[in-house]
């Protein structure tokens, strides 16, 4: 197994989009440079919130490469490499380590659902083929299945597979996650906020996606998770308010939707997903100022 010490706070970043439609290169790279500044222990390139679903396979091989040479080793840069075909999750492997990414991002089998002994083969499967290292991406909510914490255990031996993140939501899920393979995998989750918990439990960072809006706020909050500070209840205010910024639309596109009305421009998302409708801006408009989230817009 390759030894990794991830942890603390990746965020994942958003591809943005100029007027033609193209990857702004410029934009994307401005969005690295917050992400370090402001604590970021590794990034993730064209996961679920960077579109992966949407952009073309030289596109993702290209973004994977941008943020490698842009990172310049300071932090490690993880590739999302998740895909319908099993041939083309591979592909996207082999363009992570080509572009030298330190790890990929993957989910288990999108669409097909398959059971835990196919999950089980899968993931075989890709780690006998590749030698990147691996973080399984479990999101029973967009994948339709759940990679339980014992199926984890069990992908836990292949020598490739070296971390987690966890968005099934579930505090006894990452509790438990811990307890199986915390002494072998790096657990992360995939909500900030889910952080006080998750960290209270022993998970070793988050996937993060406010952390590019609001980076101070969710260094901030990631810091103060164990301290008992009394500004913790604050700041978990504003993460959560964040979060219901993300669900007036789809997560998607209310993500950039909220960057924009903070001046974090990052373009609108490409189809199938639309620009949020005025209805859904005003929701989002409502939030920010009920909750005085412009304040983190320049922090």
């Not at 995939?190 to 006080?196: L, R």
Request: proline residues 5%.
């Amino acid at each position: 197994m390759a030894d990794v010490n991830w942890g603390g706070i990746f965020p994942v970043l958003v591809t943005p989009f100029g007027a033609d439609g193209s990857i702004n290169e410029t934009r994307y790279k401005s969005l690295v440079d917050d992400a370090l500044a402001n604590g970021a222990q590794g990034v993730v390139a064209a996961g679920s919130t960077g579109e992966f679903y949407a952009l073309t396979k030289a596109e993702r091989a290209r973004l994977y490469k941008v943020t490698v040479d842009y990172v310049a080793g300071r932090v490690p840069v993880l590739a999302g490499v998740a895909d319908l075909r099993v041939g083309d999750v591979l592909e996207a492997c082999q363009s992570a380590v080509t572009a030298g990414c330190a790890g990929g991002m993957i989910l288990p089998p999108i669409y097909a659902m398959p059971s835990p002994r196919e999950i089980m083969a899968f993931f075989e499967y890709i780690s006998r083929n590749t030698s990147l290292p691996l973080m399984l991406y479990n999101s029973p909510r967009r994948a339709g299945i759940d990679i339980t914490p014992a199926l984890v255990e069990q992908l836990s031996a292949l020598p490739t597979v070296v971390a987690i993140k966890d968005s099934s939501g579930v505090i006894t899920q990452v509790s438990e996650l811990v307890q199986r393979v915390g002494d072998k995998l790096r657990i992360f989750v995939g909500y900030e906020t889910m952080i006080v918990p998750a960290r209270a439990v022993g998970a070793h960072g988050v996937v993060a996606m406010a952390h590019q809006i609001a980076g101070p706020l969710i260094r901030d909050y990631w810091d103060k998770a164990l301290t008992g500070d009394k500004a913790l209840q604050d700041l978990g205010r504003d993460v959560f308010a964040f979060y219901r910024c993300f669900q007036a639309g789809a997560y998607y596109a209310a993500i950039k939707e909220t960057m924009s009305q903070l001046g974090r421009d990052a373009g609108g998302p490409r189809l199938p997903l639309l620009p949020l409708a005025d209805e859904q801006k005003a929701a989002i408009a409502k939030i920010i100022a009920e909750a005085g989230l412009t304040r983190w817009a320049n922090a």
